[in-house]
């Protein structure tokens, strides 16, 4: 044949990494190459992205989501695909098919969308689209090796039980979740902790909370 080989992709599976430093899963990738031939080496790239717009959010999903993607009657128009990460891996010499783990990693950033999605969802499944690319390495009819890429239009899709990520998550952090503030705002809430003789900053952002919470009330009340 000529030309660069056509590949197959596909997510075969989705499992917590069980010795990673930081929350990883693994994602297994199925590679083949369709006319079942050799391949020395795939350099690959792939883009996770969670499919928003692929299920269905019941009301308070869909109020804690309003921080991601606005109000709900706004979502025909904002509710769209949130990228994940983009993760790599080498896919060492095999002939017609072979298995790839890709390491994706989980964190706690709530300023990042993603994070933030998957914290606010109340279960079920997230559903993902892979898009891949790379570099394929392969054998001439000469014999001499040569190269190729793998277009973007190669793509997988799968669910993630949201079960598996929390079971993961609570694996490292427990129950406790992370917010970055900037030096100015934690110094003001440091202090205000200290005039309050909280014992911790949960009694601190709880009687913080408690306090807008009954200003709100007050003010729906005079409307």
Known sequence: MTGTPELGLDLLGIEPEAFAATPTLSLRIGLRRLDGGPVQCVLLTTTVTIAAARRGYDDAERDRLAGVFGPPEMWDRSLRGLTWARVGATVPTFRGAAEATLSLPCGHDMQVAADRYLHALGGGDVPLDLAFNGTVFYPG???????????WHHEATGDLPLQVWRDLMGRYYGTARWLRLDDDCFGRLSAYRARRAHSSFDDTVDELLRHAEKRREEEEWTV
Do not use: V
Not at 141 to 151: N, Y
């Open 141 to 151: 009819e000469d014999g001499a090796l040569r190269t190729g890429q793998i277009p």
